[in-house]
């Protein structure tokens, strides 16, 4: 139940995000001095023109969220990709050969837990520049930690399994083993490593942002959207709650779904 | 349980040398240091003036050994924005982020124990799914947002809170309880999945067969032997709060070492932000050490690992 809602609210933000330059009803960008801080629609003072209001740059809220959507799912995507990438490997290194390599692989793994991350997140970002493209390199290079440990423990669990000591057996190579009989024997704990990863990354972009140093203005972050409507929510608290209840939702939408997944594939709890 | 000791201490000072030169290496990230911090006027006579005045014209090896010396002995430098030494910066920040932190380790354990409790002792229940669902749904929350409702809330409508600041007691109720609630799901979870395995464990079964009460099998029995690597990982846990505390600490302007690390970061005061990603990690790393220590102190089993 509470898995297909999840399933159906990422793809409604996925779609959303593709779609995003056909269905807004204004230019994201787009600023109209005269349409200050308009509430939404549904409230008083509210125009229908403007459904979720404007901002206090006059540039229409809905067509902002929907392009912040992009950012969201663009971020939560790519960080798992290079995540996955740097993790997986890690991971099945240490797992598969174990001995000295899985030592040096512990070591890395314990290395990154001890780094403050939103300080460190932060430091790169202001450091290198701030662009979309930083924020999902730094968050990929930052966030493969799960991925490392859940692939080593279960790599562990299945290299001792009959039918890897069969593929052994008929000559196969390392190579061949790990990625034909290990990787998709374990690729249902890592599907849902992905979820869980995902929605860190995105909650983190959003932190970043609310802190001036991930995504740069005037790009419509989710999080830069709070930030910039904080100044302004003592007078009109919705400012901050549209884009703060998108985020919430798209969030908790991405974990139902890892949820159902783990459930239904019968990941490890450790996820 | 000696040499599991030395091999702990002598892991963690690796991984200290490891933060050390990745802290370091950080810093050097923007390229010219000299440039960023003169900023977009400077002319290239006052970068020169500056990369001499701040060290930066030796080589990047000397560069880096001045500063594993310098920090092993307790120098951490001197900031570029306050022209007064790191450690003194950082000393005077601390006593607010560790209030911050132990009140919200107070207010997270307060939260997870018990309801974790519950929910094993109902396992399946409707009480259980719902006590889950907080876990879920506080996985999904932004702090920095969930904060910013709080102060509408309690600072605003209500006005029973302070909005921002800490000059006095009640300005750390808002912040700690974001702060603890963001550590909950996780803690919750694991006193559940221990509760619910030391349930169902025979020393359970003996004491229910004994005839005690239910709520001396739950508190004195399970609750005691689930609540042992909660503690631990709470440890470990109170090292992620100090180096989170920086989001929380934005939002409600409290002037602690997450707040100076921010504004560090956004003024290229180079030296503080090494200082203090070294500092936060050397506090988690020795927080994961005393875990270690706590579980192998409690399950020998974990000893000859």
Known sequence: ?271 | MLIFIARRLLLAVLVTLTVLTASFALTRLSGDLAISIAGPQATSEDIEIIRKAYGLNRPVVVQFGDWVVSAATGDLGRSYLYHEPVARLIAARMPTTLTLGLCGLVVALGIALPLGILAAMREGSLMDRGIMMVAVVGQAMPTFWLGLLLVIIFGLKLGWLPISGADEWDGFVLPAFVLGFSAVPALMRLTRSGMVDALASDYIRTARAKGLSRAAIVLKHAARNAAMPVVAVAAVQLGFMLSGSVVIEGVFALHGVGYLAWESISKNDFPVVQAVVLFLAVIYIALTVLADMLNAFLDPRLRTQ
């Open chain 1, 1 to 271: 139940m509470a898995g297909l809602l999840g399933v159906l609210i990422v793809a409604g933000v996925a779609l959303m995000a593709v779609l995003a330059p056909w269905i807004t009803p204004y230019d994201a960008f787009a600023q109209d001095l005269t349409m200050r801080m308009i509430p939404p629609a549904f409230m008083e003072g509210g125009r229908p023109d403007h459904l979720f209001g404007t901002d206090q740059l006059g540039r229409d809220y809905l067509s902002r969220l929907i392009y912040g959507a992009r950012i969201s799912m663009l971020i939560g995507v790519a960080t798992v990709i290079t995540s996955g990438l740097i993790g997986i490997t890690l991971g099945m290194l240490g797992g598969f050969i174990g001995g000295r390599v899985d030592m040096v692989v512990m070591f890395i793994i314990t290395c990154r837990l001890s780094i403050p991350l939103i300080l460190v997140a932060l430091a790169v970002v202001s450091l290198v520049g701030s662009s979309l493209t930083v924020v999902v390199m730094t968050l990929g290079l930052l966030l493969w930690e799960r991925f490392a440990v859940v692939t080593r423990t279960t790599v562990m669990q299945v290299r001792t399994l009959d039918y890897v000591a069969a593929a052994w057996a008929a000559g196969c190579s390392r190579t061949h083993i790990l990625l034909r009989e290990v990787l998709p024997n374990i690729v249902h704990h890592l599907v849902v490593v992905a979820t869980l990863e995902m929605a860190i990354a995105i909650l983190l972009e959003a932190a970043l942002s609310f802190l001036g140093l991930g995504v740069p203005p005037p790009l419509p972050s989710w999080g830069l959207m709070i930030s910039e409507a904080k100044d302004y929510m003592f007078f009109s608290p919705w400012v901050i709650m549209v884009p703060g209840i998108s985020l919430f939702v798209l969030v908790l939408g991405i974990n139902f779904m890892g949820d159902a997944l783990r459930d239904r594939l019968g990941a490890s709890r450790e996820a």
